[in-house]
Structures are given as C-alpha cells and as structure tokens.
C-alpha cells in the first residue's frame, strides 16, 4: 500500500454566513492507502485517482490487476464519511465489457480485504471512455471497494470519484479555497534540469531520456557502477520518479534491473546520495513509477551497483510537490485536529504563497515570455522563453499580480533568469498596495533589489506590509524586466467549528475588519489537459495528423487541405475552465497562414463556429509559441479554425490550460 496525497470530493451542507445560506462544494486532501489485488504491469493502483481520464495512454494514467479470481481495488479514506455517489471512469481504448458486474461496497470491515461491506452499486456496464455515477445515499464508511466476482476477471479503472458529506466531528486534513491554490498533483520536473552521464555511450546522450520521446534513449557502454544523473539546479521535494525502458529490444528487459533511484544534493559521490527504489525489473517499453515520499534533493540519479553493468533509460519523470504547499497542507492538517479535539471554533493564521493562479498583467510583453510564466513554478533553468516572463525594452518596466483579496505580505521570493543578463533586475523595486494609480507603482515600497545572481531565488521581507497589488517595476529608460519567478507569501485566517465547517476569512481595508468570505472551489491549478482529449480536423494532408499537436514536439504539425473555414478540434472529453490556450506555429516556412485564427471554447461539437470565441490570432512568428488568455471560459470544445476561403490551417503544439469545473451535487 502506498500513503499518497489524493483528492476527495466533499459537498458542504447548508450553513448559515451573515444569516445567508450558501450551499458550498469543495476538496479535500487526505493522507489515503490505495491498493489492489494484484497489479499488471505499470497499471499501478494510485493511476486511478490521478486526475487523468487515460484517453491517451491507459497504461500510464489506469490501474489494472492481473487475470485473476475477483480482482478488487481499494480506497482508505482514512476517516468514516457519508458517500452520496461514486463515479467511475472506463478505458477507451478497448475491452469497456470488463467492468461489467463489478460491485461498488462501502463500510468499516476489513474482513476479505474490504470485500464484505455492504454494496451500494453493482455495474452492469460502462461504454469505453465514459464515467459512469453510482448514487449511494449516504452510505458511511472509511472503505471504499470494487471488486468483480468471478473467475480469470480484469479489473481495471482509469478514475475513481467519491463524493462524500462531511461527517460531524470528522477530521479534516485541508482544504482548497479560491483564496489560494495548492498544486496537490506533482508536476513533471524533469525537463527543468541538465542530465549527464558516467560515460557516453556513441550518441545515446544523457539528455534523450527527458526529450519525451521513448524511441530516443540514453545510455552508457558496459562498466563498473555506472549512473544516469539529472541536475534539477535547485532542491525539490520529490514525491516519485518515472522511468522508461527501451522499447524496441526484448533482450534488454534486464538491463535496469537492479538499478537504485537515488535523490540527494551530492553531486560529486553519486551512490552517497540516499536511494529512494530499486528498480527489480520493467519490461520492455513499459513506464513503472516509484514513489518516493517527498525525498528532498537537488539531484536524481540512477546508477546500477556491479560489474558489466549498464543504465539505459528512455525517459525519466521527476514528479515534485512543491515545498510550500506541501507543508501548508501538513499544518492544515495538524491544525484541523486540534481544533477538532477540543470541539470549539478556532482560528489560526496560514502562510501560504499568494501569487499562484492569480490575475497578472505588464507593461508589455516580449514575444512569448508571456505575463503568467513568473507564476508558474518553472524557474526557468533550461529554456527561459517558455518558462519566464519579459518586457520589451522600454521606460518603466512593470510587473503586477492581483491578489484579489487585501492581504498582509511577509515577503516576497523572485527568480531571475540564469542564461544571462543577471544585472538587468538591478534597481527594481516590490510594491505593495491596494491602488492602480500609475498601474500600482505609486503604491509603497517592500524593497529594492541591488542585485540577484544568474538563476538564484532571492527573499525580501516586507514586513506584513497591506495590500492587493504586487509590483515590480524598474525605474528608468531603456530597461528590461525578466522575472523567472515571482512568489508572494502572506497569511489567511482559517478557522474551523465543532461540525468540521471551514471559513475563509481574509483581511479587508482595517485592521479590526475580517470578513468571511464563501470560498467556492476550483480542483487545480492550472495544467495543461490537452493531452488527456483527442483531435480531429477539417481534412488530412498527407500524415499531418490532428494528434501531432498534442505531442509535444514543435516540429511535428498538423495539416488541412486547401480548403474553405478549416478547422481543429480538440475533445478535453470533460468539461473545463479554461485559463489560456497557447499555440506554437510551424518554424520551417508559411507562418503568415495562421494569421486571423480564431480560438473557440464552449460545448457544442457539431455546430463548432456557434461556440464563443476565446481570442483571434492576428500573427505568430515562425516557430514562436504564443499564448491567449481565455479567462476561464468553460467547455469540454477547444477549435481553432480560419474563417475564409481557400485557407490552410498548420498547428504545431497546442496547450490548453485550465480547471476542473465544480459542478453542484
């Protein structure tokens, strides 16, 4: 069983705010054990509560057992709930008549693994892609369980949901609100850092096994002891590793075995570093994970103790939970309890960063180092286009984030950008206020940076200073803002009462003043959910397929005919809330056919033109990747299409960033 971070759906009841009654919905993390009765290969267990519908590539995003006699699956709550329904999420890509008969049981029993607790559903059928929702009244319990009775059974499932009421006097771990977001799901490091080998071995480089290509690996010739070794630049908490095997070569399925995960901070001793899992085999083409419990280091190794060894890996994930969080939703925990154990209300005072997720705007944007990259987690290490944010040159460069709340800011961490050009942030200075008066850079001063090293994170207090607005600006003519990252660390009073009810309360305008504020809550901060859909379009030029621009390769595009109003569709299968799109035109030739593009979200999937328009593109340089803010315009439909007559329609990489939409139970 593995203790992992996950997502429980909890509908708040009716309670009473400033004698209004307000019906709220909202997540719940909790410390939870996810097992099953066997497992097929990389179809681990926690691959069905990862958010990730697998339409795509089950194997990586589903869990299966293997043929067995009633194969089940198993979720701890870790707490007694009421559960209203139960949502499940069957494979697209074949066999949905698997989970017929499966049966859905809810309670407290561990006798038979779980498997003797009252059902709550049995399900007939699923068709291949679909979620299907299970009501189950209420029923309590701490287990939740699918199992299919039978023998030479499969049991696999690519989402599980449980929506549940919170029960009276039940422990609540944390919670998300709109007053601040929590990015509960690991990102992908991986590609953020520098790779290197203990020996080359011809042209298998050290950087193939990050290039998201499982055809391109690394690897090092036959030797003693030899090591894979991924530099993140900066420590990271990490929560598990990935690798990929060689696809292609049956032979060289042993090769791995053996091998050690390794996270640490020496970079020189290689094997001093503690080791987070052993690898006892992966088979060929396969992605297994390995979980390693938020192991702190700055570097990851895979080395393979012996003699006539070798380390070929394909890819490698490195999944982190970012430092601040994941210790915000410790204390939040043990806050929670204790609050809960003397039965009365409390309140205590979070720190927690502000900036995430945030409305952010500057002066003026050059190329694609659009606004929101200085807010996105990536300093910005390996390739600082898409990873920082930049003004032009200019008078007066600025920088602002809209907290939408007044808070009072402690301080405030920014990254500056390690390829070059380090003295550039010299002499900007934090603002903090609550006036847009000269776009917010009349508001008072935190600090003023003299200088910040290439690529280095640099703290400056601001001593509870108040305010909405946060500023950088740089004083002056002919100046340049880059910022690689930028993080705002304020507090929020959260308190909570006797019936496990939260309350947001945030500081308004007085220092005697707090108001409550109803927090209605959105599931992620933003990722990129376009490679969970699939895609279509107008017509096909030869093998410019509609999925090439979901691949992450900029240099793989899609094509249309010569045609009238081409168009692009991309199927999100969910319902969405859509922060920004950002498209990528093909570099090698005809950059001006995207000119006059229009972006589209909405739900319509027929009548595609009928759906609101989220932006036009009027240009995009060959090869550049620009992004188009949608302000959460919801729908499960992103098109891109070119109103006209005898058009062409070329998409290199298109992303789609956005939310998951609470929808009311």
């Not at 939040?332 to 003397?342: A, T």
């Not at 759906?611 to 188009?628: K, R």
Request: hydrophobic letters at 35%; aromatic letters at 10%; proline letters at 5%.
């Amino acid at each position: 069983q593995n203790n992992i971070i996950i997502l429980l759906i909890i509908n708040i009841l009716y309670y009473s705010i400033v004698k209004e009654r307000v019906n709220h919905h909202s997540f719940i993390f909790l410390q939870i054990n996810v097992t099953q009765s066997s497992t097929n290969g990389s179809w681990i267990t926690e691959q069905a509560i990862d958010l990730d519908p697998g339409f795509k590539q089950p194997s990586s995003t589903c869990s299966s057992t293997k043929v067995q006699t009633n194969p089940w699956w198993r979720v701890d709550l870790s707490y007694i709930y009421r559960v209203s329904r139960v949502v499940i999420t069957n494979r697209l890509d074949c066999c949905p008549e698997r989970i017929n008969g499966a049966e859905i049981r809810i309670g407290n029993s561990l006798e038979n693994n779980g498997n003797n607790n009252p059902i709550c559903a049995v399900i007939s059928s699923i068709p291949a892609g679909v979620s299907s929702t299970y009501t189950c009244n209420d029923m309590e319990g701490r287990y939740v369980n699918l199992i299919i009775p039978g023998d030479s059974r499969i049991l696999t499932l690519c989402e599980v949901e449980s929506f549940a009421h919170v029960a009276p006097k039940n422990v609540i771990t944390a919670i998300s609100s709109d007053m601040f977001f929590f990015e509960h799901v690991p990102v992908n490091v991986a590609t953020w850092g520098t790779a290197d080998l203990s020996i080359l071995y011809q042209d298998w480089y050290a950087q193939n096994a990050l290039d998201g290509s499982i055809y391109t690996c690394s690897s090092t010739p036959w030797q003693t002891d030899p090591w894979w070794k991924l530099d993140l630049m900066k420590t990271y908490s990490v929560n598990r590793v990935t690798i990929t095997s060689k696809p292609d070569c049956t032979s060289c399925e042993s090769w791995l075995n053996g091998a050690e995960i390794r996270v640490g901070n020496v970079s020189l001793n290689v094997s001093s570093n503690p080791v987070c899992a052993v690898i006892s085999t992966i088979p060929t083409g396969a992605t297994y994970s390995y979980l390693c419990h938020g192991m702190e280091g700055r570097y990851i190794i895979v080395n393979n103790p012996g003699t006539s060894k070798c380390v070929t890996p394909c890819e490698v994930g490195v999944y982190v939970i970012f430092p601040g969080n994941s210790e915000l939703l410790n204390n939040l925990g043990l806050y929670s309890q204790n609050i809960l154990s003397y039965h009365k209300e409390r309140a205590v005072n979070i720190l927690c960063n502000l900036a995430t997720g945030r409305n952010v705007t500057q002066s003026s944007t050059n190329g694609s180092w659009i606004t929101e990259q200085a807010i996105d987690f990536n300093p910005g290490i390996i390739k600082q286009s898409s990873a920082c944010s930049s003004t032009n040159v200019q008078t007066n460069p600025w920088w602002r984030v809209d907290l939408i709340y007044i808070y009072r800011v402690s301080r405030v961490v920014i990254t500056n950008r390690l390829d070059c050009c380090p003295e550039r942030i010299n002499g900007a200075e934090i603002r903090i206020g609550n006036s847009l008066e000269n776009n917010g850079n009349n508001n008072p001063i935190c600090a003023v940076i003299s200088s910040i090293p290439a690529g280095v994170s640099s703290t400056y207090t601001c001593n509870d200073m108040e305010g909405r607005y946060v500023n950088l600006i740089i004083p002056g003519d002919s100046r340049i803002l880059t910022l690689c990252e930028v993080e705002v660390f304020g507090e929020v009073l959260i308190s909570i009462n006797e019936t496990g009810i939260f309350y947001v309360n945030v500081f308004i305008e007085m220092k005697t003043d707090f108001k409550i504020v109803p927090y209605f809550i959105t599931f992620l901060t933003p990722l990129n959910v376009a490679a969970w859909g699939t895609a279509v379009q107008s017509t096909l030029a030869n093998d410019w397929y509609p999925q090439n621009a979901l691949d992450g390769k900029s240099y793989t595009c899609t094509h249309t005919d010569l045609e009238s109003n081409p168009w692009w569709k991309l199927d999100l299968m969910n319902m969405y809330s859509v922060n920004r799109v950002a498209i990528t035109n093909r570099g090698d030739c005809c950059n001006t056919r995207i000119n006059g593009a229009e972006i589209r979200i909405g739900n319509n999937s027929s009548d595609l033109f009928s759906n609101p328009v989220c932006a036009v593109v009027s240009t995009i340089p060959a090869g550049a990747t620009y992004s188009y803010s949608c302000n959460w315009m919801e729908g499960r439909y992103v098109t891109v299409n070119i109103p006209g007559t005898s058009r062409v329609l070329t998409l290199c990489e298109v992303e789609v960033y956005g939310k998951g939409v609470i929808k009311q139970i």
